[in-house]
């Protein structure tokens, strides 16, 4: 069995960048929620500083997009790989 690499890309892509809006905008509601990990985003993803606006919270989302999309299509065509 194959896993589609599209797939997997798009589905990881949409729910990592889900998970850190979510967290962005709790973070404004609840200050101290989420703020370890929102610290680590910001030392991964240039550009991306928490607490400081919406448009961060937007920024860091599609940088957690683009990198959860390539990272979910180099799992799927490595797992492809192997298993043939």
């Known amino acids: 069995m194959n896993l589609s690499i599209k797939g997997l890309a798009i589905t990881a892509a949409i ?3 889900l998970a850190m809006l979510l ?3 709790a973070n404004f509601v609840f200050p101290d929620y ?9 030392s ?4 991306y500083r928490p607490g400081t606006g919406v448009s ?4 860091g989302s599609i ?3 683009l990198d959860a ?11 492809n790989w192997i298993v043939k």
């Open 15 to 17: 729910i990592w960048s």
């Open 23 to 25: 967290v962005g905008l």
């Open 34 to 42: 989420g703020i370890h990990f929102l610290e680590v985003i910001g």
């Open 44 to 47: 991964i993803y240039p550009g």
């Open 56 to 59: 961060s919270v937007i920024i």
């Open 63 to 65: 940088y957690g997009a």
């Open 69 to 79: 999309g390539i990272g979910g299509a180099i799992f799927a065509w490595l797992y």
